[in-house]
Structures are given as C-alpha cells and as structure tokens.
C-alpha cells in the first residue's frame, strides 16, 4: 500500500489496516526506511528545506513507530531503523541529512531502553555507499542548489558543492548493491538475536571505528584530505 510518512492521515490508515487484518497476522517488523538527501551548507538551505529533511528522515518514522507500537507490544515485534554513516559522521554539506540520522540514532537508543524491557527489539541499520536512487536525486538537487547560490555563496560554497558531488557520485559507485544492503536488514528484521547495530559496507565499518577513536580535530583532517581530490580543478591544470 502507498504511504506518505508525512501524511497523518495515511499512516493511521495503515495502523488500522493492521488491527483490522482479517487473519489476524501479528506485525512482525516495522522498517523504518524511507529517505531523501538534501545537500547544500547550512548557510545555504531555507528552513523549508530543513524542516522537509526532518520531516521524512526523523518525524515521518516516529510517527510511523509511534502508530504500530501497539501492534508490535502484541507481536512482541521489532523496529529496524534504517541510519546511515552520516547518523555518526556529518560531511560538510550534509548537515540537515546528518542531523536527522543523529536524531534518528538517538531516538532509536531510547526507544531500545524503554522497549526492552517489554519484549519489543530495536535495532539500528547504518549503510554506506548503497548503489541506489538517492545518490542520484541528491546530486540533482545539490546542482540546483548550485545554480541558486547568490554571488557571494557561490564563491564560499561553489567548489564545495562540486566536490561533494564528485565524491557522492565515486562514493556510489564503488558502493554495494541494493541486494547486499537488503540482505544485512533482512538479517535485523529477522535475526533471533540481532545485533543492536549493523553497518553495512566496508566504508561504513571503517568510518564508524574512526569516528570513535579519532579525536575531532584528526577526523576533520581525515575527511578534507579525502574530499581535496574531488574539488574542480583550476583552469589550466
Ligand atoms: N544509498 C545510500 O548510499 C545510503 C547510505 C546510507 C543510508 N541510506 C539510507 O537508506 C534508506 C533508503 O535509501 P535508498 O538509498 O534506498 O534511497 P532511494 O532509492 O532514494 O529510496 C528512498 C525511498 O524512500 C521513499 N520516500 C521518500 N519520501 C517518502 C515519504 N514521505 N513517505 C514514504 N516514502 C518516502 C522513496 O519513495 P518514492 O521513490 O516514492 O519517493 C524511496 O522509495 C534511507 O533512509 C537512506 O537515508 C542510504
């Protein structure tokens, strides 16, 4: 069934659909999975633009788990939320992306406090490079952020956008596929004693042990010497 996880109104639909199953099915899992990518500096993006990431990345799967809880406390069911690396390292320009998966991170640790007790798991998914559709629109979108900026953005945040294109589009390209990435949140979904996280991908294992151990200053370093080879380069070179 269609649903828009902003749309109050459909996600209440579908918490009746399932106490009205006619079989009676308990709800196994909720994955909360859907996103968007938007990328541009926080100087840059509008409080519409931050507010939309917030509402499908973060609000729109609160109200999600909130309305099948119930359902779930019946099953003894499961959430698996879908984070990312960026719910443990925020890029430049992905500030709003990265944010939302913070608090997504954050949601998901509370929620696994206060349901373990109950016999609900939680359990977090955080991909890396994933071969799919997003790289793509979060790229078209940052190119129309691109040819917004004012004169003055421009020249702050103009090579900063580009880089960060070139590195998402290298970044997916050398990412998994959509299957491997579907096969590690089937094992949350199903696992009979998941993991509290997985990562899925080599980037994700890497990046995650570094932002642990590193301190910021050297993960500042580590992340603009990766991003120095994707920056135009100057006319001539
Ligand atoms: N791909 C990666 O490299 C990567 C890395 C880390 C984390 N992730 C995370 O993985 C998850 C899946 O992303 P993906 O890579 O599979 O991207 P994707 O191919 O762009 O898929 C995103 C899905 O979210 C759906 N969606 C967007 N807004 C929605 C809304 N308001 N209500 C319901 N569904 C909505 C989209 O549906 P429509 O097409 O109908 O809009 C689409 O099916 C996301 O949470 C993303 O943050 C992805």
Same mark, same amino acid.
């Given at each position: ?11 209440a ?20 999975? @859907?996103?968007? @990518? ?22 729109? &799967? ?7 809880? =119930?359902?779930? &406390? ?10 990312? /690396?960026?719910?443990?390292? #925020? ?11 913070? @608090?997504? *991170? @954050?949601?998901?640790?509370?929620? !696994?406090?206060?349901?373990?007790? +109950?016999g609900v798991? %939680?359990?977090?998914?955080? =991909? ?7 790289t793509? +629109?979060? /790229? ?6 691109? #040819?917004?900026?004012? =004169? ?22 050398s990412?998994?596929?959509? *299957? ?14 998941p993991?509290?996280?997985?990562? /899925?991908?080599?980037?994700? #294992? %890497?990046?995650? !042990? ?12 580590i ?6 080879? +994707?920056? =135009?380069?100057? &006319?001539?070179?």
């Amino acid at each position: 069934m269609l649903l828009d996880i902003t749309d109050p109104e459909q996600i209440a639909s579908v918490s009746q659909r399932i106490a009205d199953d006619p079989a009676g099915r308990p709800l196994r899992a909720v994955i909360n999975n @859907a996103g968007i @990518a938007i990328n541009a500096p926080v100087e840059v993006l509008s409080m519409e633009e931050w507010q939309r990431q917030f509402d499908v990345n973060f609000f729109g &799967h609160v109200a999600v788990t909130k309305a099948v809880l =119930p359902a779930l &406390h019946a099953s003894g069911g499961r959430v698996v939320n879908i984070s990312s /690396i960026g719910g443990r390292i #925020a890029m430049p320009t992905y500030g709003a992306y990265a944010a939302a998966k913070f @608090a997504m *991170e @954050a949601m998901s640790d509370s929620l !696994r406090r206060e349901l373990a007790p +109950h016999g609900v798991q %939680v359990v977090v998914v955080e =991909p890396g490079g994933v071969k799919t559709e997003m790289t793509g +629109h979060g /790229i078209e979108r940052a190119k129309d952020t691109i #040819a917004t900026l004012s =004169p003055t953005q421009r020249s702050r945040y103009g090579e900063l956008l580009q880089a960060i294109i070139n590195q998402a589009t290298s970044f997916t390209d050398s990412g998994l596929s959509a *299957e491997a990435a579907a096969l590690v949140i089937a094992k949350a979904a199903t696992a009979r004693r998941p993991r509290t996280r997985y990562t /899925i991908g080599r980037d994700a #294992a %890497v990046l995650t !042990r570094l932002s642990r151990i590193l301190s910021d200053k050297m993960l500042d370093r580590i992340l603009a010497a990766n991003l120095r080879p +994707h920056y =135009p380069k100057p &006319h001539g070179a």
